[in-house]
């Protein structure tokens, strides 16, 4: 466990590939239950354990069923286990940095409170759309241009996704829930 830890904090920081990983069902269950257990934590601070649940369920299930069909597509569906395992556990390391911003948030009404908030919830969705990127890059053997496009474009549909669903999301923290790693498809990312 300890190794595969290690590996995951490799991928997170962009210095690992998912290749690297083992093969196999264990490897993607340890990594799927690391980041919802992560999503789950760092969203209830925001929005409660019911929808916090909800949430991490569909941001995983989405980008679990587009990598699954992407990797089918491409003629390469036996690198799902350690791409989306990779991805998954690597996104636990967001998730966790997220938790002390979240924790942390100042009133809304102090000076510069905005501000702030801001700033941390757009370091983690570039570093969440950075790890997306990664992952895409190595799992499809792509270039990183092509890759990051491809990380943006599936963060926005999942912000589209999930603010449709929840729209008050939009209404109370417009900044905020554009820039949240646990829904960047990828976080959050996201917490993801």
Known sequence: MREL??????????????????????????????????????????????????????DLGLTGIVLFLALKFTGHPGRFEQ???????????????????????????EPGATTMGALANFVLMVWGL?????????????????????AFVGFLVLSSVITSLWPE???????SSLCSPVHTLFAAPQLV
């Open 169 to 175: 999301h939009m209404a109370i923290d417009t900044l």
């Open 130 to 150: 950075s790890l997306l990127a990664h992952v895409i890059r190595h799992t499809f053997d792509v270039a990183m241009t092509l890759s990051v496009v491809l």
């Open 5 to 58: 830890l290690k590996q995951y904090f490799n991928i997170a920081f962009l210095m690992g590939k998912p290749q690297d990983l083992p093969a196999g069902p264990g490897q993607l269950q340890v990594g799927v239950g690391l980041a919802l257990l992560t999503y789950l934590l760092a969203l209830s601070i925001i929005y409660g354990v019911e929808r916090a649940f909800l949430q991490a369920v569909l």
């Open 83 to 109: 791409a989306y395992g990779g991805y998954c556990g690597a996104s636990m390391f967001i998730n966790l940095a997220a938790l002390p911003i979240f924790l942390m948030r100042p009133d809304a009404a």
